[in-house]
């Protein structure tokens, strides 16, 4: 038995989220240990496992959560009989290569696609097969760093790329406390970086209390934050408030990433759970615009 802490980190999926979807489809369905608390039975792990990965693939929790176990297995057996033969790439990136072919594979498709294609048609679907070979135990953890560490490289190198001098805009990147998972986050600023925006990334979490200061320090326009699966909704929104209250009010606070999907609004708050909203995003808020706030 493990605790809705400890299934949450297996199977990839938020501690709020796992109650809502007990409250609301009656599942997973948690035993109590003496202390009261939930607790779940390695089965409820794997079954996650399956909602997990047809979540990855498009599908909506009512209609997950409307099929048995082995209907939900069934589908997934289809689903992804019918996506592999389009994934060649991506197993080889994933299972098969080594090391430095890892590297030369993403470099060879960096140059063949260009960065908005490399990021939309290689990185992100490498992303969510990494997530779901990790989900399932098809991939080794060592497998998934290795993979994912060649992926941070080469967008850290993008990011680096290019004169800083003369662009539209400064914006911060950055995770904050309790925040480990920073793909996205870099996607982002390349896209960003893409569009002439001057990005500075912060590789390591920042205390919350800590961002006003450096954002006035920094004479950033804008301030963006990622919020995994993993963080809290709840606690997202709270930090968020938080933030936009001691934030200057001329720097723009932008929130992306699963946790602030829904439920998440305020004034000055610009959220951008999608990637392909980033062009139409620069051009409405940071394009000619004065670098000093």
């Avoid at 607790?39 to 079954?47: D, H, I, N, R």
């Avoid at 994912?148 to 080469?154: A, F, N, V």
Wanted: net charge positive.
């Amino acid at each position: 038995m493990i605790s809705i802490q400890q299934l949450s980190q297996e199977v990839g999926i938020g501690v709020d989220t796992l109650r809502i979807w007990e409250r609301r489809y009656n599942f997973p369905v948690p035993k109590r240990d003496s202390r009261g608390h939930r607790c779940y039975p390695a089965k409820q792990v794997e079954e996650l496992r399956v909602v997990k990965r047809l979540q990855n693939l498009g599908y909506r929790p009512n209609r997950i959560f409307a099929l048995s176990s082995a209907e939900r297995r069934d589908l997934l057996k289809n689903e992804l009989a019918q996506v592999l033969p389009q994934v060649d790439t991506m197993q080889r990136l994933t299972i098969q290569l080594a090391p430095e072919e890892i590297d030369r594979e993403l470099r060879s498709q960096l140059k063949k696609m260009g960065l908005v294609n490399f990021v939309h048609r290689i990185a992100v679907p490498l992303i969510h097969a990494l997530d779901r070979g990790w989900t399932d135990g098809s991939l080794s953890i060592a497998r998934e760093h290795l993979v994912s560490d060649r992926l941070e490289q080469l967008l850290k190198e993008q990011l680096r790329m290019g004169a800083q001098n003369n662009r539209n805009a400064r914006l911060l990147f950055l995770t904050l406390s309790g925040e480990r998972h920073k793909l996205g986050l870099l996607l982002a600023a390349v896209l960003f970086h893409h569009e002439e925006i001057d990005c500075i990334l912060l590789h390591e979490e920042l205390p919350l209390l800590e961002v006003p200061q450096l954002a006035e320090d920094l004479q950033v326009s804008g301030v963006a934050l990622s919020f995994s699966a993993h963080y809290s909704s709840r606690q997202a929104k709270k930090d968020l408030a938080s933030l936009r209250n001691n934030l200057d009010q001329r720097i723009k606070l932008i929130a992306g990433g699963s946790a602030v999907r829904r439920g998440v609004q305020m004034q000055n708050l610009i959220i951008c759970t999608e990637l392909q909203r980033i062009p139409e995003l620069c051009k409405i808020n940071f394009q000619q615009t004065d670098r000093s706030v």
